[in-house]
């Protein structure tokens, strides 16, 4: 079967090419990138921020590599879907960054996006972010496209943060600079409106030049800067793909809330076991049948 990266930039080019937008919601453990697969996503995403909060820490960069590429390597091997991958801020310095898109490529990502804030990092819908200088980040993302192109030749995207900064100007620049660094994919974080979508895109097809060829992601994150905008519409922008990051984890740990309290106040299951996913479904997911020897599923 076609590579992951491949696979990506094939879903990505047909969405493009039909002003469509490839949904990609976000997996924070393998069963959750199963669900996704079983739902008909074609691909999907894995954030940094989940990653972090579901290890009880919060989404500042504390995390390992090997942490982040062990889950990486679950759910690529559970759903077999490709996936883009939150990679914060390389790890470190150019020298990690290359480690990096190795160590993702191992894991089977099909591409990875690094980010322009110093560390320790915001999530990007916080205020008081901090930026890289310019150059520091253009280094930091030709290190990765050129690591990329002998490691499976992830799609690599250059995230900026740069709107909640120093404005949508700089972020324009700094993402036409990402590209010329020779990223594939552009992430402005942060954005406050539709309007903001709109003008980002179009600034940077005029800045970037009738030939450059470059995707981009737009990041559908509930509770921040951004407003609720129905994929069909980022397609309509020029977004060739849009990322539903912690959707399923806030729903999930929203219920668990709920059914927590439920227990304790009642002492019982009863008032919410018609809410749960039943045994027969869980196996069905995971593909298991009680007294049949179970085969690792050969989805990739």
């Keep these: 079967m076609t590579h992951a990266p491949d696979r990506l930039r094939t879903l990505l080019d047909a969405a493009a090419a039909r002003k469509q937008c490839l949904m990609m919601p976000g997996a924070f453990n393998a069963l ?3 669900a996704i697969r079983q739902a008909g996503f074609e691909a999907c995403y894995v954030s940094g921020a989940a990653t972090s909060v579901c290890a009880g820490v919060p989404d500042v960069g504390i995390l390992t590599l090997d942490h982040f590429a062990r889950l990486i390597r679950e759910i690529v091997d559970a759903c077999g879907l490709p996936l883009i991958a939150d990679a914060d801020t390389g790890f470190g ?7 990096t898109v190795v160590e993702y490529a191992r894991a ?55 709107r909640g900064v120093e404005g949508l100007d700089a972020a324009v620049e700094r993402a036409a600079a990402y590209l010329q660094a020779g990223a594939g994919m552009i992430f402005p974080e942060g954005l406050a409106s539709e309007q903001e979508f709109a003008d980002f895109a179009a600034r940077l097809r005029h800045r970037a030049g009738a030939g450059a060829r470059y995707h981009l992601l737009a990041n559908m994150t509930e509770f921040g800067k951004t407003p609720i905008i129905p994929a069909a519409r980022f397609g309509e922008m020029g977004y060739s793909c849009v990322i539903f990051p912690v959707s399923l984890l806030r729903s999930a740990m929203g219920e668990v809330s709920r059914v ?24 069905g997911l995971i593909g298991y049948k009680p007294g049949v020897e179970w085969a690792f599923p050969a989805r990739m």
Excluded at 93 to 99: D, G, Q, Y
Excluded at 126 to 147: F, M, Q, S, W
Excluded at 260 to 283: C, H, K, N, W
């Design 260 to 283: 927590l309290e439920q227990l304790r106040r009642d002492g019982s299951v009863a008032g919410f076991i018609d809410r749960m996913q039943t045994r027969e479904q869980l196996y």
């Design 108 to 162: 089977g990502a099909a591409g990875l996006h690094i980010e322009d804030q110093v560390f320790p990092k915001r999530c990007g819908h916080l205020d008081g972010k901090r930026l890289i200088p310019l150059e520091h980040a253009v280094e930091k993302i030709a290190a990765a496209v050129n690591t990329a192109r002998s490691a499976r030749d992830l799609v690599v995207c250059a995230r900026t943060d740069a």
């Design 93 to 99: 310095e150019s020298e990690m960054v290359r480690r």
């Design 32 to 34: 959750c990138g199963l």
